[in-house]
């Protein structure tokens, strides 16, 4: 029982310390409903379904398939948008901010969101040092959150 209460703590204390995910608009869901996967796997944005879901880090996840929901569970990291799923522009600039699900970029192997699409024409005048600057930010800004 012991060795139990131990093994939760632990997990608890692991999921403290996991990056907060942007839930807007109190549903829970990560980025709106879409389908992190498929932003990698169809190259666009793609609404997932409450039938293919999986909770990660405090949030529920959606995807389009069984597939794409067994890749995410593999390999969450390799999936979940930068900056917990917040506008990357804006934490590059100190803040957080919702996302559009459409006004998105995957920049070396990292899924980027913004705010909107006008947005989106800002952060990509200068993808790297916003990204650099978002980088940067990011844990000052996850610790407030």
Not at 33 to 57: C, L
């Amino acid at each position: 029982m012991k060795a139990f209460a131990i093994l939760l703590t632990l997990l608890l204390i692991g999921s403290v310390q996991a990056s907060p995910v942007n839930t807007q608009g109190g549903s829970n869901s990560a980025i709106a409903g879409y389908d992190p996967v498929a932003y990698f796997a169809d190259a666009k944005a793609v609404e997932g379904s409450r039938q293919f879901s999986y909770r990660w880090q405090g949030a529920d996840w959606y995807f389009s398939s069984a597939a794409n929901r067994q890749r995410f569970i593999a390999n969450p990291e390799a999936f979940a948008p930068q900056y917990g799923g917040y506008c990357a522009y804006a934490v590059a600039n100190g803040y957080t901010a919702k996302v559009d699900p459409e006004a998105w970029r995957i920049v070396e192997g990292k899924l980027y969101l913004n705010y909107s699409k006008s947005v989106q024409k800002r952060w990509e005048a200068d993808t790297a040092g916003y990204i650099r600057r978002g980088d940067s930010n990011w844990p000052d800004i996850r610790a407030r959150l």
